[in-house]
């Protein structure tokens, strides 16, 4: 059963660099088939959408972070990364990798919270 | 940037029927129609439905996703405690280059 794993640091100081890796198990990231996205959600609130990326690395992203999100692939490690630059409090929130299959997110990780604080 | 509209908050009776909406425009739902999702507090969200309005294995049959137009519904049929949940559309927007996400509508199983 494929299953995703967020990891990264859960606090981030203002200004600096948001790093966050998803682990992809029981299944690989190198299919044709998916896509490979991030998606966050700040507390109390809903989900916004910040980027994919195919195994080939494609990428697209949302207009509204796309200055400072950078999304990679590592098909040797079944990972994919996502780099979001000068970080502000608006930043802190869950953020989830997901899998997208036939225009979806069907498959989630279970997110990890990421709050940026001095 | 426009997201799709749903109603914050909806309230029915044990195994009662909800429908929720999600409304558009013709730059996403309809033209590409609407994924839903549900979340339960503190845990990830869970596919119940693909734009073409089937479920994922494992879903159940209580739960009817369907399209009119620029908006989406969500109908789950006898309600029950575990349905209650925050249900969530999403669609591509063509217009936009972006997923977009509805504000989210919290369902109470009362």
């Known amino acids: 059963q494929l299953q995703l794993q967020e990891s990264g640091p859960g606090l981030v100081k203002p200004s600096e660099t948001l790093s966050l890796t998803c682990t992809v198990s029981?299944?690989?990231?190198?299919?044709?088939?998916?896509?490979w996205g991030w998606i966050r959600q700040p507390p109390g609130k809903g989900l916004e959408w910040i980027g994919y990326?195919?195994?080939?690395?494609?990428?697209y992203y949302n207009p509204s972070l796309r200055s400072r999100v950078t999304i990679s692939v590592d098909t040797s490690k079944n990972q994919f990364s996502l780099k979001l630059s000068s970080v502000t409090a608006a930043d802190t929130a869950v953020y989830y990798c997901?899998?997208?299959?036939?225009?979806?997110?069907?498959?989630w990780g279970q997110g990890t919270m990421v709050t940026v604080s001095s | 940037q426009a997201g799709l509209t749903q109603p914050p908050s909806v309230s029915k009776g044990l195994r009662q029927t909800a429908t929720l909406t999600c409304t558009g425009n013709?730059?996403?739902?309809?033209?590409?129609?609407a994924p839903w999702l549900q979340q339960h507090q503190g845990h990830p969200p869970k596919l119940l439905s693909y734009r073409n309005n089937s479920r994922p294995s494992g879903i159940s049959e209580r739960f009817s996703a369907s399209r009119s137009g620029n908006t989406a519904s969500l109908t789950i049929t006898g309600l029950q405690p575990e349905d209650e949940a925050d249900y969530y559309c999403?669609?591509?927007?063509?217009?936009?280059?972006?997923?977009?996400f509805g504000g989210g509508t919290k369902l109470t199983v009362l």
């Open positions: 013709s730059n996403n739902v309809g033209n590409q129609g």
């Open positions: 990326i195919y195994y080939s690395g494609s990428t």
């Open positions: 029981g299944g690989s990231i190198n299919s044709s088939s998916y896509f």
């Open positions: 999403s669609a591509w927007d063509s217009s936009l280059s972006a997923w977009v």
């Open positions: 997901a899998r997208i299959q036939r225009d979806a997110f069907d498959v």
